[in-house]
Nanobody, 127 residues
Framework: EVQLVESGGGSVQARGSLRLSCTAS????????MAWYRQGPGDDCELVSS???????YYAITVKGRFTISQDNAKNTVYLQMNSLEPEDTAVYYC?????????????????????WGQGTQVTVSS
């Protein structure tokens, strides 16, 4: 059984930082791509960042240069370091493992592009 558990969310002021953690069980990073999604109020579920089993990374244009994804194989944990946070970053952030070849069939999280999802952690950025 695969389980993903996020932590590290909270409330910060604009230009502040947070680090999200996602601890995985029932899978290995050697076999999986990991991703962070987010969904803000009234917004679609958005892919924020991903890291492949080979270590290649992807970032949404809106977070490039501000967010960094990384993983610790020994701890089976993936991180999202978020710097220079903006109010527009306010959202529920989800950890996901996959991917799948399925294109999006829904605009809310969880999206079918990834097999497994955590429960989400709230990030609130105030101006």
């Amino acid at each position: 059984e695969v389980q993903l558990v996020e932590s590290g969310g909270g409330s910060v002021q604009a230009r502040g930082s947070l680090r999200l953690s996602c601890t995985a069980s029932g899978l290995t990073f050697d076999d999986s791509d990991m991703a962070w999604y987010r969904q803000g109020p009234g917004d679609d579920c958005e892919l924020v960042s991903s890291i492949s089993a080979a270590g290649t990374t992807y970032y949404a244009i809106t977070v490039k240069g501000r967010f960094t994804i990384s993983q610790d194989n020994a701890k089976n944990t993936v991180y999202l370091q978020m710097n220079s946070l903006e109010p527009e970053d306010t959202a529920v952030y989800y950890c996901a493992a996959g991917p799948t070849p399925i294109q999006a069939l829904r605009a809310i999280c969880p999206r079918p592009e990834y097999n497994y999802w955590g429960q989400g952690t709230q990030v609130t950025v105030s101006s």
